[in-house]
């Protein structure tokens, strides 16, 4: 068996044998989501009981539940991903995705990279401590890491199957799913706060209370959180909305025109994924080194909140791609320290968003390239020139190369700003969260317009 066969014979879940229906899609995606939120509520057998989460802020965006069977989410499978597109990238390892025989490939090796670190992360989680075992055994500390194992190997067929059976990809829905639901319980939980038994959970309800109580000056954080929540949801709306459109002709029909649409944000929301999972795992994996003695990524120190005692960075890079927030800025002042974390995270969040949108757009089939072959396909030329190929990839590339860096940026600036001024959820969250469902929708509308009912037809028409 070669390295080929190897790869074609890993196990995976089959494609459906015939078109499906959008509900059919719809019941697969909730399947899909209703099992992974059982994983994460199904705590892990031999962890120590009085282990505390320290990780709720990262969980958000590796769409994990630490403690439970998916205690690492989607980190493993993102982190592969990043690893393969830079290997490919460099050309370490030689994959062309523009033909039907490499993107198997890279396909192939993705699940390949994917099932590595699945294992490699969840072994040296569960052995570093991160997650202590009862008794500090090593019966105790293989059983979880055989549950964290297993539990990880779930995610990766669940993507799958929302990839292939249901709408979008499994990993931007748990993403959204995540951030949907801490958005909801910190905008409306009405019980009461841990640290202030008097307010509430919810910042809705707390500002409510307080004004009823006669300080409407103490409302004002809780009704900014809300409207910041608001304002980046508009924001990431409208730069979804923007559009760059390409003339195009009709070659066998002269007089006849058309417009190709391409998106300001061209390589939509994987390239922030990428980034926000990289710098969670960088963070993740930081408090794990440090544990161990190995502070290679900075050092933590023990903060008690709402009294829970929690690991927060120190120092180090984790403690600078850890940035302030706009209230800790006005409460604290405007230190070095916190400046030099806001201009990090920044540059780090805006040039890894530029640099992954580059490395997606040729391995995500999406480069000139690609396009000018569906464009010839469909029958479609630029005016004025001859029918070649060669000619229609010169002039996209003065569309796509552009809008792929400063899409990237755009939206890698949206989410700086969002983490800066705070907001209900994590701020790169709500972005990845309006990106991934502007997608949902937008894939529904292209493979399901006929199956609409005509109030949905005619709302979709208003919004195309």
């Known amino acids: 068996?070669?390295?080929?066969?190897?790869?074609?014979?890993?196990?995976?879940?089959?494609?459906?044998?015939?078109?499906?229906?959008?509900?059919?899609?719809?019941?697969?995606?909730?399947?899909?989501?209703?099992?992974?939120?059982?994983?994460?509520?199904?705590?892990?057998?031999?962890?120590?009981?009085?282990?505390?989460?320290?990780?709720?802020?990262?969980?958000?965006?590796?769409?994990?539940?630490?403690?439970?069977?998916?205690?690492?989410?989607?980190?493993?499978?993102?982190?592969?991903?990043?690893?393969?597109?830079?290997?490919?990238?460099?050309?370490?390892?030689?994959?062309?995705?523009?033909?039907?025989?490499?993107?198997?490939?890279?396909?192939?090796?993705?699940?390949?990279?994917?099932?590595?670190?699945?294992?490699?992360?969840?072994?040296?989680?569960?052995?570093?401590g991160a997650l202590p075992a009862a008794g500090g055994t090593m019966t105790n500390i293989i059983l979880i890491s055989i549950q964290l194992i297993m539990g990880s190997l779930t995610v990766m067929l669940l993507d799958e199957v929302v990839s292939k059976w249901g709408v979008g990809s499994g990993i931007s829905l748990f993403i959204a799913a995540g951030v949907s639901r801490e958005i909801f319980v910190n905008a409306l939980n009405p019980l009461p706060d841990p640290s202030n038994p008097l307010l509430a959970i919810g910042n809705i309800p707390k500002a409510i209370t307080l004004v009823i109580q006669g300080l409407p000056a103490e409302a004002f954080w809780p009704l900014f959180i809300v409207g910041v929540t608001v304002l980046v949801f508009v924001i990431s709306t409208y730069l979804q909305s923007v559009k760059v459109e390409v003339p195009l002709s009709f070659g066998r029909f002269r007089g006849f025109s058309f417009r190709y649409p391409l998106k300001f944000v061209y390589t939509s929301n994987m390239p922030v994924i990428f980034t926000a999972t990289l710098i969670a795992s960088m963070q993740f994996w930081g408090l794990s080194l440090y544990n161990m003695g190995l502070p290679l990524l900075g050092t933590y120190e023990q903060v008690n909140t709402g009294g829970q005692v929690r690991d927060v960075p120190a120092g180090g890079l984790v403690y600078y791609l850890n940035p302030p927030n706009i209230r800790q800025i006005a409460t604290q002042g405007m230190t070095t320290d916190f400046t030099l974390s806001i201009i990090i995270y920044s540059l780090f969040m805006i040039i890894g968003a530029v640099l992954f949108s580059l490395l997606w757009v040729g391995i995500g089939g999406q480069g000139a390239d690609s396009v000018a072959d569906q464009i010839l396909s469909s029958g479609l030329n630029v005016p004025g020139f001859r029918r070649d190929k060669r000619i229609l990839t010169r002039v996209l590339n003065r569309y796509i190369k552009p809008l792929t860096i400063l899409g990237g940026a755009s939206v890698g600036a949206v989410a700086v700003m969002a983490d800066l001024l705070g907001a209900l959820s994590r701020g790169t969250g709500i972005l990845l969260t309006v990106m991934i469902i502007f997608q949902f929708y937008e894939q529904i509308k292209r493979d399901h317009y006929d199956e609409f009912p005509d109030w949905l037809k005619k709302l979709a028409k208003g919004k195309a």
């Open 1 to 128: 068996m070669n390295f080929k066969s190897f790869l074609n014979n890993l196990p995976e879940v089959s494609h459906p044998k015939k078109r499906l229906g959008l509900k059919e899609k719809l019941k697969w995606t909730g399947v899909a989501l209703i099992i992974y939120f059982l994983l994460s509520l199904i705590p892990l057998y031999g962890l120590d009981p009085n282990y505390q989460s320290k990780f709720e802020v990262l969980s958000i965006l590796l769409a994990a539940n630490f403690g439970s069977l998916i205690s690492l989410g989607i980190g493993p499978i993102v982190t592969a991903s990043i690893v393969l597109q830079l290997l490919v990238g460099a050309e370490v390892i030689k994959v062309d995705t523009n033909t039907h025989e490499g993107r198997q490939m890279f396909q192939g090796l993705q699940k390949l990279f994917g099932i590595a670190f699945v294992l490699i992360q969840n072994i040296l989680y569960a052995a570093s």
